[in-house]
Structures are given as structure tokens and as C-alpha cells.
């Protein structure tokens, strides 16, 4: 395996576990009957949080396997399974056309808690090790507080930080802090907003205005409009994703917590049912906990040779 396979491995164990164990499981339990196999491996899909569609999906690549005689149908079914995996996740990791805009501008959007500040601090530490120049708008300026964190983050990241005072226009903060980035030659700005629920209009006309107001100040601006999504909502958070995602333009996801759940075939959902990159993936709470998302790394994760 790769280094970046090794440490996915490490960070994913516990996201990829109910799913390993259970296609580990079956293949031991079942096995050379393919409709156990297939049965079996429904459920564990559906225990992973790969969904109905998903997890259907899966079955049917696995269902037209050929097996010559004698073969060995679960390394057959292994293969078939992985194949579709890379196939359904592909496309996903960081935007391969970041930076080519200066500043490469990231609205980072999402429902409350789900992670945006961690991993704007996370993304802010990432780029200034690359040698970018990053800044950070705090455009979070509802939560009482979301400054003082804010400004921890771009502490530790070492990188500035423009913000107002609470209550301010977040849209205005969005354009002062473009303006700094421009004006300072930066090569990012992270836009931090406030959690919202998708289901409230207002708030999301506000993340619209922001957007507005952002591309008036530099018309391709925002480069990437990062909806940050919190792994252990499960399907649950996928419905509420789907709405985000009409409303507000989203062109990248970073799935976060994924740390935190045994269920990591909710990549699989969210991938194939919202169709947009997962980009990047938080897996802990430290500064470092945050990996570019890799589907060949994700797919040896879950179906590994580990057994048992
Ligand atoms: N285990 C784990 N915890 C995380 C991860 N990302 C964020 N958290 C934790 O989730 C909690 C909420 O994180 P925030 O970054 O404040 O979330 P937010 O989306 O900015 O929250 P609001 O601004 O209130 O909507 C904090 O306790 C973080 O430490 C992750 O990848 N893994
Ligand atoms: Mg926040």
C-alpha cells in the first residue's frame, strides 16, 4: 500500500469497519453460494449507510460476475465490488483546478456543527504548509463566539484572519475580506459562514447575497462552494445535503466525523445519489486530521484483504 493508503487505512478503520466486517463475514459464512453472498452483502451495505439505491447498486455489479469453472467466487465478487466502488468514487478528491484563479476563493456552507470551522482551519494549515498565502474571512457572524474560535484556528494555522463585529453583514465581510486577499496578493480565501438549516429560506437568500457579493468583487469568485458534511448524520444528513446542494450551489463536499462513525458507505450514497466530489475528509479533531479524499485508498480501506 501507498503512505497515503497506510495512513486512509488508519484514519478510515473505524469508518470502513461495519462494512469490512460484514463483506468479511459473508464471505466466510456464504460461502461459494452467490445468492447468500448477495444477500449477505445487501445487508451489510445497508448497515454501512450505503442506502437502498446504493446498496441495489452493488448488488447488481456483483450479481454479473462471471466465474469461470472452478473459480474462486469470492475473490470474484471482491474484484467486482472494488471495480465498482473506484468506478461510483471516481472524480472525487481536491479540485484539480484550485488555485489557477488568485485568490482561489472557498465559500465554506453547511447545516450547524457539522465541522465548517475545524475544517477551515484544517484547509488554512494544509495551504500555508504548501507555501500559499491563505486568508480567512469570518463570515460567521451570527453564533456568539464564532470570531474568538475562528481567530484560534487562524492562529494555530498562522494565517490572518478578517473579521467584524458580531451581527455584522456577513456578505460585507465576505467582500472586505476578498478585497484584503486581492489587494494582498493572497493565493486563497477560506469564507467561513454561519451552520444553517436548509429548510430555512432566509438564511439561505443570505448565503446567495453572499455569493453575489463576493463575484462583485472578483466576478469568477466563489471558486468552490464547500458544503461541509458531518459523516455520522448518515442517510439522514444525505436528504438534508440534497436540498443544501440545490440551493446553494455546491461544488465540493468535505465529509467530516468520519472518525466518529462505523459507517462509511455513506460515501457511497452521497457520491452517486448527489453526484458531487467528495473532496476532502476530516478524520479527528487536530489540525492534521484532514486528508484529501482518495477513492482507491477508501476502496482497499473498506475491502482490504484484512480479515478477521
Ligand atoms: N471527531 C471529529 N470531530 C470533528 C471533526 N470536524 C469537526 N469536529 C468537531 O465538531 C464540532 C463542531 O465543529 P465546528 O468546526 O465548530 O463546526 P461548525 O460547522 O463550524 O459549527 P457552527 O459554526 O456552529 O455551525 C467540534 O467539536 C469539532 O472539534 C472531525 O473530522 N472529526
Ligand atoms: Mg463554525
Do not use: Y
Not at 460484514?22 to 454501512?48: K, M, Q
Not at 432566509?202 to 463576493?214: A, G, Q, T
Not at 458534511?229 to 467530516?256: C, H, K, P, S, Y
Amino acid at each position: 500500500m501507498s503512505p497515503v493508503s497506510i495512513a486512509w487505512a488508519a484514519g478510515l478503520s473505524r469508518a470502513g469497519r461495519s462494512l469490512r466486517d460484514g463483506i468479511n463475514r459473508l464471505f466466510t459464512a456464504a460461502g461459494p453460494d452467490r445468492g447468500a453472498i448477495l444477500d449477505g452483502l445487501e445487508t451489510a451495505l445497508l448497515e454501512a449507510d450505503a442506502g437502498p439505491d446504493t446498496a441495489a447498486d452493488l448488488v447488481e455489479a456483483v450479481r454479473s460476475v462471471r466465474i469461470p469453472e472452478g473459480g474462486d467466487e469470492a475473490a470474484a465478487v471482491r474484484v467486482a465490488l472494488k471495480e465498482r466502488i473506484r468506478e461510483l468514487l471516481a472524480g472525487c478528491g481536491p479540485d484539480p483546478s484550485a488555485f489557477r484563479e488568485k485568490p482561489w476563493v472557498v465559500l465554506v456552507v453547511g447545516v450547524n456543527g457539522t465541522g465548517k470551522t475545524t475544517t477551515i482551519g484544517k484547509l488554512a494549515h494544509r495551504f500555508a504548509a504548501e507555501g500559499r498565502k491563505t486568508v480567512i474571512a469570518a463570515a460567521d457572524t451570527f453564533r456568539p463566539a464564532a470570531n474568538e474560535q475562528l481567530a484560534v484556528w487562524a492562529g494555530r494555522a498562522g494565517v490572518p484572519v478578517i473579521s467584524q463585529k458580531p451581527g455584522a453583514d456577513p456578505a460585507s465581510v465576505a467582500f472586505d475580506a476578498l478585497d484584503h486577499a486581492v489587494r494582498h496578493g493572497a493565493d486563497a480565501l477560506l469564507v467561513d459562514t454561519a451552520g444553517r438549516l436548509q429548510t430555512k429560506v432566509n438564511l439561505m437568500e443570505e448565503l446567495r447575497k453572499i455569493r453575489r457579493v463576493i463575484a462583485k468583487r472578483m466576478p469568477s469568485a466563489p471558486h468552490e462552494t464547500l458544503l461541509v458534511m458531518d459523516a455520522t448524520t448518515g442517510q439522514n444528513g444525505l436528504a438534508q445535503a440534497r436540498q443544501f446542494t440545490e440551493a446553494a450551489g455546491v461544488t465540493g463536499i468535505a465529509l467530516t466525523k468520519l472518525d466518529g462513525t462505523a459507517r462509511g458507505g455513506v460515501v457511497l450514497a452521497i457520491r452517486r445519489t448527489l453526484g458531487i466530489p467528495i473532496r476532502w475528509a476530516g478524520l479527528g479533531e487536530g489540525i492534521e486530521d484532514l486528508r484529501p479524499f482518495d477513492a482507491e485508498a477508501f476502496s482497499e480501506g473498506i475491502l482490504g484483504e484484512e480479515r478477521q
